[in-house]
């Protein structure tokens, strides 16, 4: 069984673009700093709410709306500089993978399928930016706001914060299970994918030799076959996504429920006060958000590791023919090639020519 992800894979890629990479996270951390920001403020803005002050209110509604502000700003610069460098990596792979398979063999070509080289190179790369761009613009920003609002509601309340956890342990394992399922499923579905596009390739690139033997019923036979094994694939892919946010949405509910219930216990013991609990509600709600990308992300960085192991299968495959290093240096050819009674017309040689 493989234990470590094939995404490792993909560091000699990353790393010539970490300049690009470490101006986003920077600009991810203030972010992220951001958010209790504004947990703390929802809770002053409903005490003034609740005392009728206008005037606080006013100004610190004004504050808030500066905290978006600068917040989204700095968000714009986190996406735009990760889109690059994700675009960077996939643009760098495809070149040296479309070099690699210019370096193999004959023999290699042989036996591959043009349709499924195409989608490695297409479809599969593509994937693998894609994962990229969202573990840097997306899962690591939900990471660390799921770990600074966690820190700032277990400042608010620590007994709330740790009763509200006893879901997590199960939400994770289920997330983690679904996730393995997902990558089976995936690949499956990629190389029915694949295949379909191998046989396209090969029945359009041969339409004058499928029409010549009056085969099109076993052509069009053929194609209804693969293509209902990659719907079936599909399927399963999607029946499971079906089956998944149902299940831990139904989790957060449950959670959700029981923070009500002891926010009112810890209300009445006067451990909690009413604004504070309006902060701890808002924290709360900021976590639904990253909870739900992060569920959406680990499915797709299982899908995309499916693409980032066909890739490198191709990477693997080593020419049959090596140059030796010790090869001898072939010398200038003298002399010269004479060609007689030798005609590159089709005309002169029904003449007899």
């Not at 992060?294 to 980032?308: C, H, L, P, R, W």
Request: hydrophobic share 50%; with cysteine.
């Amino acid at each position: 069984m493989k234990q470590r992800s094939s995404y490792w894979q993909l560091l000699p890629y990353i790393r010539p673009h970490w300049k690009t990479i470490t101006q986003a996270l920077t600009c991810t951390v203030g972010v992220t700093v951001f958010w209790p920001v504004q947990a703390a403020l929802a809770g002053q803005i409903a005490k003034f709410i609740g005392q009728g002050d206008i005037t606080a209110l006013a100004q610190l509604s004004g504050i808030l709306a500066l905290v978006f502000l600068i917040q989204k700003v700095l968000m714009y610069g986190q996406d735009s500089l990760m889109a690059k460098a994700a675009l960077a990596v996939a643009f760098d792979l495809r070149k040296q993978v479309y070099a690699h398979i210019q370096r193999l063999n004959l023999s290699y070509f042989e036996t591959a399928k043009t349709g499924d080289l195409t989608y490695r190179l297409t479809e599969d790369i593509d994937r693998i930016g894609e994962v990229v761009n969202k573990i840097f613009h997306d899962f690591i920003p939900c990471i660390l706001q799921l770990i600074v609002v966690f820190g700032y509601m277990i400042y608010l309340n620590w007994q709330l914060t740790l009763a509200t956890l006893v879901a997590a342990p199960l939400m994770g394992v289920l997330i983690g299970w679904f996730g393995e399922q997902m990558l089976i499923f995936s690949r499956r579905s990629q190389n029915r994918i694949s295949n379909l596009s191998a046989l396209l390739t090969e029945v359009f690139s041969g339409i004058r030799l499928v029409q010549a033997f009056a085969a099109e019923d076993y052509e069009i036979e053929r194609f209804a076959i693969e293509a209902e094994y990659n719907r079936r694939a599909k399927y399963a892919a999607e029946h499971l996504k079906a089956i998944q946010f149902p299940v831990v949405g139904f989790m957060y509910a449950m959670s959700v429920l029981l923070l009500f219930f002891l926010g009112g216990w810890q209300i009445s013991k006067n451990n909690l006060t009413g604004a504070e609990f309006v902060s701890y509600l808002a924290a709360v709600g900021l976590l639904i958000d990253p909870i739900s990308h992060i569920t959406t992300n680990y499915n797709d960085f299982k899908q995309g590791e499916a693409s980032v192991d066909r890739i490198f299968e191709v990477v693997a495959i080593q020419p049959t023919v090596m140059q030796k290093p010790d090869a001898s240096t072939l010398p200038n050819v003298t002399g010269k090639v004479e060609y007689c009674h030798v005609n590159f017309a089709y005309l002169p040689l029904l003449k007899g020519g």
